[in-house]
């Protein structure tokens, strides 16, 4: 076969640095838009990019020549700088050191999507971490909280 074809759906959660509310309404749209501008520059293509107060959620096509910790070591480090800059009351933002990246079937792309789209939502029941644990024990991955949370 002379060409490479790939299409890798993934879903990559990762939170703010000791989960403190940085994403905040009036900057939230914003750093969503930035995130995805930079995940389609690596040239995976962003499906929907959401979250919460403390964490966000990219659904995203990975591409074929990127590793998945080569493109949210990236998105992570060149928002984290921008968004700093978005105001003074966020110089003291960071990212967690993290990550959850997780495959996700073509055909529940779109209840992914409005999984993303109802963060606000979903958040007033359960908070980050546990919606966090719940994606591990969904997808049988083990894991030590105390290197989990930062």
């Known amino acids: 076969m002379g060409q490479s074809l790939v299409r890798n759906y993934v879903h990559i959660i990762f939170s703010t ?5 940085w994403i905040q309404e009036d900057y939230e749209d914003i ?17 929907r990019i959401g979250g919460y107060i403390d964490h966000v959620h990219i ?20 928002s984290s700088g921008w968004y ?10 960071y990212w967690q050191n993290g990550y959850g990246a997780f495959s996700v079937n073509p055909s529940s792309i779109n209840s992914v999507i409005k999984y993303i789209e109802n963060q606000r939502i979903h958040h007033q ?14 997808y049988k991955m083990e894991f030590d909280e105390r ?3 930062d």
């Open 17 to 21: 640095k000791y989960r403190t509310p």
């Open 31 to 47: 750093l969503f838009c930035y995130l995805g501008a930079l995940c389609k520059d690596l040239n995976s293509q962003p499906l």
């Open 59 to 78: 659904l995203c096509n990975l591409s074929r020549n990127l590793a998945i910790s080569e493109l949210v070591s990236k998105v992570k480090s060149i």
């Open 84 to 93: 700093k800059k978005q105001h003074d009351d966020l110089k003291g933002f």
């Open 125 to 138: 029941n359960q908070d980050y971490q546990n919606e966090f644990r719940g994606y591990m024990k969904k």
């Open 147 to 149: 290197y989990v949370w």
